[in-house]
DNA sequence: ATAAACCTTGGAGTAAACTCTAGGGTCAAG
DNA sequence: CTTGACCCTAGAGTTTACTCCAAGGTTTAT
């Protein structure tokens, strides 16, 4: 049985992120004393670490509730339901990598192609290439 | 010259958006009708299309903004400050992606363990992985 | 003259996951 | 009996890039 600050202080994390969990309905201590203080058990405790570990592996916290709601119910739900979360993720983070990678692409192309020296950004080649409708890079910096 | 509306119609996007670039200082109309409303010149057009650019490869706004007091001040400038912000871009897309690609393998592995079939989730090793405190696979889902 | 299609401002709302503040109760030690 | 370290609630603030709303002025065409 924890009090929330040494459960925060357990798994480092704030206090406060251990109360949005509960309003968000992810963490909810399985009692409360006398004084109105949050009684947390193990298997609160166990919980936490799921959700951390979850966090840690790129879920949302809208995630880890239906992960959570499918970890609770187990024996009315299949392995199905379980691999559609995380390959609904997998998508996401693929989709994702893929956007970055084209970003990826042409800032390097531009990074490439400017000399990155004290000459004049008059004739840098990164700005030429932003104000060219296709984000064109002519040429390397060279400045004569 | 354009009103916002033509400007905005002619890049396709809003003219809130349009009005949003000039709170932010990124475009402002060089001048404005004497019944108020925003008249946009070419060379304000052709800012925007730097804008529009630099946000497809995944500058932030914040970003544009120091792009933009670079170009209009170009002569005082050098490619250095330039490529430094073309860089900084670039190390934190690299770092993202890296992320999202530690996301990806974990997901990856889970989901390759998981049969992802009818038989109950009381046995999925991706239940069992997120419960395990090192996210330990312990064999694929069988079922016996 | 009136409707449709513009334009203006100021301010609120959205998502995500916290983080912080104010104002106040609780508890153990010295 | 007071100090310090806890705990409570309700609500506001953060970040980014918009998007929408209300209430009203302007223009153009019929
Ligand atoms: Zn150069
Ligand atoms: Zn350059
Ligand atoms: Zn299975
Ligand atoms: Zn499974």
Redesign the pocket.
Known sequence: MY????L?KQYD?????????EKEGLLV?SS???????IYSSADAKTLGVILRA?AIG?????IKTLLSIEVDKANKECLDVKLVVDDKLAQVNAKIEELQTFQRSLKRLSDACCGGHESAQDCTILQALESESLTILSECHHD
Request: hydrophobic share 30%; proline share 4%.
């Open positions: 009090r929330i600050g040494e925060a994390i704030n206090t406060d992120t251990l109360r949005y969990y201590p409360i004393a006398s004084n109105g203080y949050r966090k879920f949302s916290l809208s995630d």
